[in-house]
Every structure is written in structure tokens, then in C-alpha cells.
């Protein structure tokens, strides 16, 4: 006779085992349930709750019931995939963040006008309203099964499962290998759309045969997926790619694949970054520091890249000796702290590095500046005291919240990221570390979730996720707390006791890559940067020829004073002129014609505001002043 407990002190007896879906129903809990969690374990509403458990609802629009709505998704597009296309064997279709995919060996060729096919035959096999259910076969008995199916690719996944029995699901003559848990049926899967075709490896491996994946996503309302929709064609119409282009900002050749060409434009962008950048941790107590791109091998063996990270690492030869190129600055910031003996009265010692890192990525996941394989990473090190650890952590934070929120206006959330499966070092001392970066964020008032395993193999870590104006979320800045790298270089200060000490050693980003944060800033101000940023601040169009003169004039005075200016004296109608400022979203307009140069004035265009009339240079000057300027962290003030 087990004995049920649910949310809220809800209690059930049952004289025999009952499926999750009526223990819910009694409670009157399964309106809304797409899955059960059993004593901690999501089961289908149509398990059997054997034993006494506590049993809680899981909602189909939940971030849980999502994952679950949309990975039986994945398996009702390979179920239409193979009516389709018979003889397509499945490789494996899991979701992911905002959707899902399948990789699949189809029979045929694929391509995004085939999509709106399989959709149909997806709401067909919906409206079929097939019972979806859970099998548990002997292993042997799921071998011949998919032997029998010629579905190689999860033969090949069985045989590596060593569990006695293997979990399947079966929809009418659809039979997948899956742990689950999945909707009952197929009529419940109805707000959906595919999004896009891809190659993919057979497990991501490049020796292995190319896969078919298609993508797609799905939603437990049609106004959820809708408003999805939108904003995937929100993100292709900012596609950072699509306007490095247009706006002339970068662009990616065939020579270097993967290492991004900046063109003028786009460098000015990157310089105004830099420059903020500088500004900022000069006042912060920052001390710059330049490490080189190649260092020998034996640093990186010692440092544990050489372990944890050698498949993504470049590597040389010099004068018969192995050399690496760089993945990471901290090895040769650490050379830098030990360069000569320090004092306890230096710490703490914020060393800043604007390094370039080379990191070996595979051709298929590059992508403009938000995968690439050489970027500047905005690193700094930190040199403590013990005591120290926990007010660095939150100075660190408070520059964070500074330039992601106060200057960008970018919100963003905190994740504490613990020990990995893969780590470095003694497990006591990650415990130390783990609860000083809590303790720091406690302290600075933070609201944070924990993440599990996924710091980085020599520490913990404080993980920034900022989230752009269409609510994507990009992770950049980090905080990392390191007591090993310490140890493995022998670093040392001398303390007030005149002996030797172990520092405490504090990675950090903000940016976390210069081009990946100018690939983030492309995409959120969709190329309308700010006017400090704008590659071009003021456009001055004059009307005719005869009107260049003045001009030049406007523009040699702009320049003057710092300003970023261009004028268009092309021999084309003012109309073109004024749409193609308008189209390269330059802050600022300035159109000159008979009347102006008779009264000497300016008509000035806003981007934003349009037409804000005549007025004489020094009250467009005083216009410009009023403009924002981090760099010098008050609003614009040049001057003549």
C-alpha cells in the first residue's frame, strides 16, 4: 500500500501502485503536467509510482517540461523524416537550449525547402494522436532490434550502455532508444517549427561519416512559439555577420579561417573598447602588462594546459625546442609576478592584460566573432592574501555591474560554478574555494545560482551572463579562484613575518573576448552603436557642389575637437545620400545647402529623432558635449 506525498502537505494511500498521472489527477495537479518527478527522478505520466515517493508535477511550460516537450518533439520529426525518406537511420536528436535537433543518415538529400514537408507529415503523425510508450529490453533483445532495423548508429550506442536492460520509446512503428521521459502521446506535441538544415559528424567526430541535422524548436502555446519566431527573425536581421559586412566592420577571408580581418571601421569600434577599457582599470588600481604569444612547451606542461587543454593548443618549433602558442595569458602573467621577490606591502597586485590567445577550433563550429580561433582576451590576474580574497572578489563585481549594467545598460545573471569532474588539485582546498567565492557574493548582495561541475579544471568560478535587448544571454565576464597554479609555480611573497607566503591568485574577465563582446555589441544596437562608439559620428552631406566648400569647413572644425567625422561629396542626389547615412546608422546628420552657407548654420538630423532643425556649429558643438563618454567617464566635453 504505498503512500504518496505531494506539494503543499498533499498526502494519497492507494491499496496498489498508481501511474503518476492519476496520483497528480487525484490531487487535481495534471492540468498543465507534461511529466512527474517520482522522489527526485522524472518518470512519464504513465509510470507506475511502485513504491512510497514523493511525487510533484512537472509543467509542460517549465524550463523542465520544455526540455521534455521538445526532445519528443525531436523524435516526431525523425518519425517524419523516415515515412519521408525510407531507410533514413537515426543518430541521436536531443534538445537543447531553445529547441532541439536529430542527426540522421537520410536517404536522399535534404535541404530548409524540405522543411515545410516534414512539418506537414510532423502534424499528421500529431493528429494520429499515437500512444507514446516506454519499453525496457533486455540488452540483447534491443540489439536485435535495431539490427534488425538497420539503425547501426544505435547498435553502436547500446553496445556502450552498460546497463542490463535499455530504455526505448516506441510511437506506432517509430521505435527510439531514449532514457526519456517523453509525452504520452503525439497529439500533445502541436506547437512547433524547423528552422534549419546542417552537417554534423557522427559524434562529433571528423573521422567519422557526415550527418544530416536539422533543427528545430517547439513551445507549449502557439503565442510562446510566435513570439519565439519573432525573435529568431529579430536575430538574423542583427546577425552580426550579415552587418560586419553592410556597415564594413570586420570580415572572415578564406586565408584565415576562423582569425577575423577588422577593416578601419570596425577597428575604430575596437580602439574605443580598449580605450574605455584602460581608463577604467587605471582607476581601479590596474597595473598593464604585455606577455608573449609563444612560450615553451614545459610552461604549459607545468601550468596543466599541457593535460587539460593540449587538443585546442597550436604548437611550434624553435631552435629544436617545442614552443606553444598561447591559449591562455595567466602562465605568463605568473612569470611576470615572478620576476623578483615580492612583498606582502604589494598586495594585492591587480596585473591587466589585453593578451591575444590562440585556441584550435573545428571548422564547423566557427562562427563571425562569436567562435573564432584567435581573440583578445581582456585578462587580468590578481595577486591576494588570503584575507584579501574575498574584498577583490568584490571589487571585481562592482566593476562588472559598472560596465555591463551602467554602461552598456545590459541586465545580467551570476552562476558560482564548482568543482569539475576533471580537476586539478586537492579536494579540501576546492572546498575552501568554493565557499570563499560564495561567501564574496553573499556579501556583495548577489543573486546567484549554483552551476555544478563546470569550473574550470584549477578552480572555481563566478560566471556573468549578460542578456542583450531581444533576451538572449551571452556568458563573458568571469571570476575564477585559483589556489593550485600558486603552488605549481612556487610563487611566493615575503609577509610581515619576514618569511615566505603562498598568494592566492585570481583570474578575471569582463569582456571575456574583445571580438566576441564587439560580435555582442553588432548584435544588441543592430550596427546603431552609441555615438562614442560609432565608427563615424556626423555625416556632413552637402547639397551640390557648390556647397563642399563650407563643408569642409564644418568638417576641419569637427575634427578639431576629436570628433570622427565624414563628409559626402559624391556625385549623387541628396536623397541617396541621406538614405545611405541612414542605412550605415551614423549618429548624427548635418545636410548644407544655399540657405545654410548664406546664414551659416547646420540642418541637423538625429538617428533616433529625425530632423531637429537649423542651429550654428557652436550649438551643435554644445549638442555633441551632452553625449555620453565612459572613456572619460563624464558626458562628452571637447573642446576647440
Known amino acids: 500500500m504505498p503512500n504518496y506525498s505531494g506539494p503543499e502537505g498533499l498526502e494519497l494511500n492507494s491499496p496498489e501502485p498508481l501511474k503518476a498521472r492519476e496520483i497528480l489527477s487525484r490531487w487535481g495537479l495534471s492540468e498543465g503536467s507534461i511529466a512527474a518527478v517520482a522522489d527526485g527522478t522524472r518518470v512519464d505520466l504513465a509510470a507506475v509510482v511502485e513504491t512510497d515517493s514523493r511525487v510533484e508535477p512537472v509543467l509542460s511550460s517549465s524550463p523542465e517540461g520544455l526540455k521534455i516537450l521538445r526532445h519528443s518533439t525531436s523524435h516526431l520529426m525523425a518519425q517524419a523524416v523516415q515515412r519521408l525518406f525510407p531507410g533514413t537511420r537515426l543518430g541521436i536528436g536531443p534538445s537543447i537550449q531553445d529547441g532541439f535537433y536529430y542527426d540522421m543518415e537520410i536517404a536522399g538529400q535534404v535541404t530548409e525547402e524540405d522543411l515545410p514537408r516534414i512539418e506537414e507529415e510532423m502534424r499528421k503523425i500529431s493528429s494520429e494522436d499515437i500512444p507514446v510508450e516506454r519499453l525496457l529490453l533486455p540488452r540483447e533483445e534491443a540489439l536485435k532490434l535495431f539490427r534488425e532495423k538497420d539503425a547501426v548508429y544505435k547498435v553502436e550506442l547500446v553496445s556502450e550502455i552498460p546497463d542490463e536492460f535499455i530504455s526505448l520509446y516506441r510511437q506506432g512503428d517509430f521505435v527510439d ?30 573521422k567519422n561519416i557526415m550527418l544530416t541535422r536539422i533543427y528545430g524548436t517547439a513551445f507549449d502555446t502557439a503565442e510562446a512559439l510566435d513570439d519565439h519566431i519573432n525573435r529568431i527573425e529579430e536575430a538574423k536581421r542583427r546577425d552580426h555577420r550579415k552587418l560586419g559586412r553592410e556597415l564594413d566592420l570586420f570580415s572572415i577571408q578564406e586565408e584565415g579561417p576562423g582569425f577575423p580581418f577588422f577593416h578601419p571601421k570596425g577597428m575604430v569600434i575596437m580602439n574605443r573598447l580598449v580605450d574605455f577599457w584602460r581608463a577604467e582599470h587605471s582607476q581601479r588600481g590596474y597595473s598593464e602588462i604585455r606577455t608573449p604569444l609563444i612560450l615553451d612547451q614545459d610552461l604549459w606542461i607545468r601550468s596543466g594546459h599541457w593535460d587539460h587543454y593540449r587538443e585546442n593548443m597550436y604548437f611550434t618549433e624553435i631552435d629544436e625546442r617545442p614552443f606553444a602558442v598561447k591559449p ?38 566557427l562562427h563571425g566573432l562569436m567562435r573564432v580561433r584567435s581573440f583578445t582576451q ?93 533576451g538572449r544571454t551571452w556568458q563573458c565576464g568571469t571570476i575564477q579562484l585559483d589556489f593550485q597554479m600558486p603552488d605549481k609555480f612556487d610563487m611566493t611573497y615575503i609577509g610581515p613575518d619576514g618569511n615566505e607566503h603562498r598568494p592566492v591568485m585570481l583570474h578575471r574577465t569582463v569582456f571575456g573576448s574583445l571580438e566576441r563582446f564587439m560580435g555582442i555589441l553588432i548584435e544588441h544596437y543592430a550596427g546603431a552603436f552609441p555615438f ?109
Not at 615572478?338 to 589585453?354: D, H, N, Q, T, V
Not at 569532474?421 to 575552501?432: I, T
Not at 576641419?556 to 550605415?584: F, M, N, P, W, Y
Open 378 to 470: 581582456d585578462d587580468a590576474h590578481l595577486y591576494v592574501t588570503p584575507e584579501q580574497i574575498k574584498q577583490e572578489i568584490i571589487g571585481i563585481m562592482d566593476l562588472v555591474r559598472f560596465i555591463y549594467r551602467d554602461v552598456f545598460g545590459f541586465p545580467y545573471r551570476v552562476e558560482l560554478s564548482t568543482r569539475p569532474e576533471k580537476a586539478m588539485g586537492d579536494p579540501v582546498m576546492w572546498e575552501k574555494a568554493e565557499k570563499a567565492l560564495q561567501e564574496a557574493l553573499e556579501d556583495f548582495g548577489a543573486d546567484f545560482r549554483v552551476n555544478p561541475g563546470d569550473g574550470a579544471f584549477y578552480g572555481p568560478k563566478i560566471d556573468f551572463h549578460l542578456e542583450d535587448c531581444i
Open 177 to 206: 532508444l531514449c532514457r526519456g521521459p517523453h509525452v504520452t502521446s503525439t497529439s500533445q506535441l502541436k506547437h512547433f517549427k524547423l528552422l534549419s538544415v546542417a552537417g554534423a559528424y557522427w559524434r562529433g567526430d571528423e
Open 532 to 640: 562614442w562608439l560609432a565608427p563615424v559620428q556626423v555625416r556632413i552631406v552637402p547639397v551640390k557642389g557648390e556647397h563642399i566648400p563650407y563643408a569642409a569647413e564644418v568638417e576641419s572644425r569637427l575634427k578639431e575637437i576629436g570628433l570622427r567625422v565624414e563628409k559626402d561629396t559624391r556625385d549623387e542626389k541628396l536623397g541617396k545620400k541621406i538614405r545611405d547615412a541612414q542605412v550605415e546608422k551614423i549618429p548624427f546628420m548635418v545636410v548644407l545647402g544655399s540657405r545654410e552657407v548664406e546664414n551659416g548654420t547646420l540642418s541637423v538630423r538625429d538617428r533616433s529623432e529625425g530632423d531637429l532643425g537649423a542651429m550654428d556649429l557652436s550649438g551643435f558643438e554644445e549638442l555633441l558635449r551632452r553625449q555620453p563618454d565612459p572613456v572619460s567617464g563624464r558626458p562628452h566635453t571637447c573642446t576647440r
Open 328 to 365: 591562455m595569458n595567466c602562465p605568463g602573467g605568473i612569470l611576470v609576478y615572478k620576476s623578483r621577490i615580492r612583498s606582502y606591502r604589494e598586495l594585492p597586485m591587480r596585473i591587466a592584460e589585453l593578451g591575444t590567445v590562440h585556441r584550435h577550433e573545428r571548422s564547423g563550429v
